[in-house]
């Protein structure tokens, strides 16, 4: 399942709730603008791999689980860069926050490659609760995306800060005598989408 066979059903992009630390939850109320049932719609979501339940909730709200969070791997390329400066290249700076996230994780692909971290889209979703805050983050991507009001600096701060917590608490390639596998693929893939979504060099 994808973000956007999501979209595809519910005709827009649902609203990502909670932490996805437990579990990997989106709220619509596509069904109360669109004017269908919410039965319908909801019946419809069911039927997608990768849903785990669908509650029809108050007058019409729908709350979609999945069985993980999704990492979508596809190309995104958001319409917009913070004219931030380059220095002071401090924590106190928005602009190095985002361009050091970006140049992290490329150095992260860059790593895994050279340690034999596998590859491929058969990973899955990090379990680390770090990671999957990262998802989480960058599961309003597509609302933002066709938001008039999108927000970008905020948010590429806080995914920036998502994934500097992440890439420290949870590192993606193996540490020491550790041997790389399926948990550190999975990080890897994610950041794979960071390194497309946020501005910056490869190298800082």
């Known amino acids: 399942m994808t973000p956007g066979e999501l979209v595809g059903v519910l005709g827009e992009p649902p609203v990502p709730e909670g932490t996805w630390e437990r579990e990997a939850v989106y709220v619509s109320a596509a069904a109360l603008r669109r004017r269908v049932p919410a039965g319908e719609l909801a019946a419809r979501l069911r039927g997608l791999g990768g849903v785990a339940a669908v509650e029809v909730q108050g007058r019409g709200f729908l709350r979609i689980v999945l069985t993980e969070p999704v990492v979508d791997v596809r190309p995104v390329a958001i319409p917009f860069e913070p004219a931030w400066p380059d220095f002071p290249r401090t924590w106190d700076n928005p602009g190095f926050v985002v361009r050091y996230g ?29 990671h999957r805050w990262v998802l989480r983050v960058l599961a309003e991507l597509p609302g933002r995306l066709v938001s008039r009001e ?46 497309e979504v946020l501005p910056g060099p490869d190298r800082l």
Do not use: I, N, T
Not at 172 to 193: I, L, N, S
């Open 102 to 130: 970006h140049a992290r994780a490329c150095a992260v692909l860059r790593w895994a490659e050279q340690l034999g971290v596998p590859a491929g889209s058969g990973a899955g979703a990090p379990a680390d609760r770090y």
């Open 150 to 195: 999108p927000g970008w600096e905020g948010y590429l701060l806080r995914l920036a800060l998502a994934y500097h917590d992440a890439h420290e608490r949870a590192p993606a390639v193996p540490v020491g005598d550790e041997e790389p596998g399926p948990v550190h693929a999975a990080r890897v893939r994610v950041a794979d989408v960071v390194r």
